[in-house]
């Protein structure tokens, strides 16, 4: 399984504004400091926004910040809002499934089992859990802003 840059983007986005949670932080400032592309981090925030992770703060001096207390933002909710499906092979897509085999191959259902354990896992942790080790405070505001 590979996640989508749109949800890696997210997850940087989100460390930004919870080590540095006294600044407002705008997309510009964001992508520039990530070497990403503006259009890329606006639709990033907005899925944020929408998701009720980010807060956006309007006008001349606003910017972006965390909507609640890091540790009450929780990755597994996170990779859920961010990712557009979780569609590890064609059978998955009950829609779009033409593989010849699916009705009687065995790997769905380890999969679906995996892609569990997976979402699961990461239930276990929260933005916190990102930012609260040695070194990860000094590595995301070293990134020149």
Do not use: W
Request: aromatic share 6%; net charge positive; with cysteine.
């Amino acid at each position: 399984m590979r996640l989508t840059y749109h949800t890696d983007y997210a997850l940087r986005l989100l460390m930004l504004l919870a080590v540095e949670p006294d600044k407002l932080h705008t997309i510009e400032e964001i992508a520039k400091r990530y070497d990403i592309s503006k259009n890329h981090m606006m639709k990033v925030s907005h899925t944020l926004v929408e998701a009720g992770f980010v807060h956006p703060v309007r006008g001349r001096n606003g910017g972006l910040r965390l909507a609640m207390p890091m540790d009450k933002i929780n990755l597994g909710q996170v990779i859920r809002a961010t990712e557009d499906n979780f569609n590890l092979v064609e059978c998955f897509d009950s829609e779009k499934n033409k593989c010849l085999i699916s009705k009687n191959c065995g790997l769905k259902n380890p999969l679906q089992k995996a892609l569990i354990s997976f979402l699961n896992t990461l239930d276990q942790y929260s933005l916190k859990d990102l930012v609260n080790h040695p070194g990860s405070l000094s590595d995301l505001q070293g990134l020149s802003g």
